[in-house]
Nanobody, 110 residues
Framework: HVQLVESGGGSVQAGGSLRLSCAAS?????MAWFRQAPGKELEWVSS????????VYTDSVKGRFTISRDNAKNTVSLQMTSLKSEDAALYYC???????WGQGTQVTVS
């Protein structure tokens, strides 16, 4: 049974930083972050391979966001810097190609 629990969301001023974490019990394969802003479609943000050696990002966050994982602690993180108003959204951690989702953590950028 895969369980995903996100944390680390909050409110930050534009230009600031936040670090999201996802505690992933029972899963060690590819994982990803998605986000959804009010009134907008769900958007893929970044993915990381099971061993952390491969990472990919949507163009809008390249150079600002960094995805990483610590398999010893079963966590996947998303370090977000230089945040913009358009980054504000509910961020979800996913696993298994979208078969498993966390409850989401809110990011607000003012």
């Amino acid at each position: 049974h895969v369980q995903l629990v996100e944390s680390g969301g909050g409110s930050v001023q534009a230009g600031g930083s936040l670090r999201l974490s996802c505690a992933a019990s029972g899963y060690t394969d590819c994982m990803a972050w998605f986000r959804q802003a009010p009134g907008k479609e769900l958007e893929w943000v970044s993915s990381i391979s099971g061993d952390g050696s491969n990472t990919v990002y949507t163009d809008s966050v390249k150079g600002r966001f960094t995805i990483s994982r610590d398999n010893a602690k079963n966590t996947v993180s998303l370090q977000m810097t230089s945040l913009k108003s358009e980054d504000a959204a509910l961020y979800y951690c996913t696993a298994g190609g979208g078969n498993h989702w966390g409850q989401g953590t809110q990011v607000t950028v003012s």
